[in-house]
């Protein structure tokens, strides 16, 4: 059964950090492009960053800069660095993973929240 398991969401203050992490278990880690993705109230879902051993990684200009995305093979976790934190990047955040890009998700976790106060 594949999983996809987020944590590190919580309420932070304007200009602070987060760590996000997404246990993956289930199907081949090390093949997957494996991404966050944000979803506010009242807005659409969107990328915000994706890593792919055969592709490298991906950021979305609006967190470019602020957060790094990374991957830990021998614990199937990938994690997200969010430094800088801004009212705007408060959201549910999901981690997904896929086969084949990081677009088109196969496989979706049940998010983490996180606020970020001015």
């Known amino acids: 059964e594949v999983q996809l398991v987020e944590s590190g969401g919580a309420w932070v203050q304007a200009g602070g950090s987060l760590r996000l992490s997404c246990a993956a278990s289930?199907?081949?880690?090390?093949?997957?492009?494996i991404g966050w993705f944000r979803q506010a109230p009242g807005k659409e879902r969107e990328g915000v960053s994706c890593?792919?051993?055969?592709?490298?990684?991906w950021y979305a200009d609006s967190v470019k800069g602020r957060f790094t995305i990374s991957s830990d093979a021998s614990k199937k976790t990938v994690y997200l660095q969010m430094d800088s934190l801004k009212p705007e990047d408060t959201a549910h955040y999901y981690c997904?993973?896929?086969?084949?890009?990081?677009?088109?998700?196969?496989?979706w976790g049940q998010g983490t929240q996180v606020t970020v106060s001015s």
């Open positions: 289930g199907f081949a880690f090390d093949d997957y492009a």
């Open positions: 997904a993973a896929d086969p084949i890009y990081c677009t088109g998700m196969k496989y």
């Open positions: 890593i792919m051993s055969s592709a490298g990684t």
